[in-house]
C-alpha cells in the first residue's frame, strides 16, 4: 500500500480565492510527522508546513494550514488567497516514529495552477 | 543562514561513465539524506547519513550507487558505470535532528539534473 496518496494530479484556483490539496497517509505508528512541500519550476523543496500526529491542533503558517483528521489519516493543506507565486507542484510526506524514522515518504504531487 | 548546496546544477555524462555529485548540508545538521526525482513523481529515498555513518542505505537501487560523508558535513554521491535509467534529479536534504518531531523537517538543496547520455 502507498504510505502517502494525493489523488489530484492537478489542481486550478482563481486568484485570492482558497483552495484545497488532498493527502491521505497510511501507517500503523502512532507517533509520525506531516509534511509539506512546495517545489516551483525551479526545481527546489520548500518545506510549508508540519503536523506531528499528537498535535491537538491543526497546524498554521502564513497562508497555509493543514486540516488535520486523524480518523480518516489525512492531512490536506489548505491555501488562502491564492497568489500567482502558488503555481508549482504541492508534495505531501510523512515520517514514521517516535524514534524518527529514516527517510521520508513522498507522495506523487499535486500540480496547481493560480489563475488570474 | 545558507541552505543546502548541490554541485553540479547539471551534469551530463556518457553512458558508462563515472560521476560524483555533492551536497554541502546546513551548518550543524547531522542528518543527511539524498532522494532521486524522476520527473513527475515525488522524491524516492536513497540513503540516510546520520553524522558520518551510512544509517541507512536500503534506497539505492544497485552497488553502481554509494555515497559518503567522510567528516560528517560535505557528501558525494558516486554512480559508477552510468546508464541512461539513472538520469533524474538528485535531491539531497539536511535535518537537525532525526528523534521524531518538527526539527526533523528536512530541508532541499536546489538539487542536481544528471543526464546519461
Known amino acids: 500500500a502507498q504510505k502517502i496518496t494525493q489523488t489530484q494530479p492537478g489542481m486550478f484556483v482563481q486568484e485570492k480565492e482558497a483552495v484545497t490539496l488532498d493527502c491521505t497517509y497510511d501507517t500503523s505508528d502512532p507517533s509520525y510527522g506531516l509534511f509539506w512541500y512546495k517545489q516551483p519550476s525551479s526545481g527546489e523543496m520548500i518545506f510549508l508546513i508540519y503536523q506531528g500526529s499528537y498535535d491537538q491542533q491543526n497546524a498554521t503558517e502564513g497562508r497555509y494550514s493543514l486540516n488535520f483528521q486523524k480518523a480518516r489519516k489525512s492531512a490536506n493543506l489548505v491555501i488562502s488567497a491564492s497568489q500567482l507565486g502558488d503555481s508549482a507542484m504541492y508534495f505531501c510526506?510523512?515520517?514514521?516514529?517516535?524514534?524518527?524514522?529514516?527517510?521520508?515518504?513522498f507522495g506523487t504531487g499535486t500540480s496547481l495552477t493560480v489563475i488570474p | 543562514g545558507a541552505g543546502v548546496s548541490q554541485t553540479p546544477s547539471n551534469k551530463v555524462t556518457e553512458k558508462g561513465k563515472y560521476v560524483e555529485l555533492r551536497c554541502d548540508p546546513i551548518?550543524?545538521?547531522?542528518?543527511l539524506y539524498w532522494y532521486r526525482q524522476s520527473l513527475g513523481q515525488g522524491p524516492e529515498f536513497l540513503i540516510y547519513?546520520?553524522?558520518?555513518?551510512?544509517?541507512?542505505d536500503s534506497g539505492l537501487p544497485n552497488d553502481r550507487f554509494f555515497a559518503v560523508r567522510p567528516e560528517g558535513s560535505v557528501s558525494t554521491l558516486k554512480i559508477q558505470r552510468t546508464e541512461r535509467g539513472d538520469s533524474a534529479v538528485y535531491l539531497c536534504a539536511s535535518s537537525l535532528t532525526n528523534t521524531g518531531g518538527r526539527t526533523d523537517t528536512q530541508y532541499f538543496g536546489p538539487g542536481t539534473r544528471l543526464t546519461v547520455l
Open positions: 551548518s550543524g545538521h547531522t542528518a
Open positions: 547519513f546520520q553524522g558520518t555513518g551510512a544509517a541507512d
Open positions: 510526506a510523512m515520517r514514521e516514529g517516535s524514534k524518527g524514522g529514516n527517510q521520508f515518504y
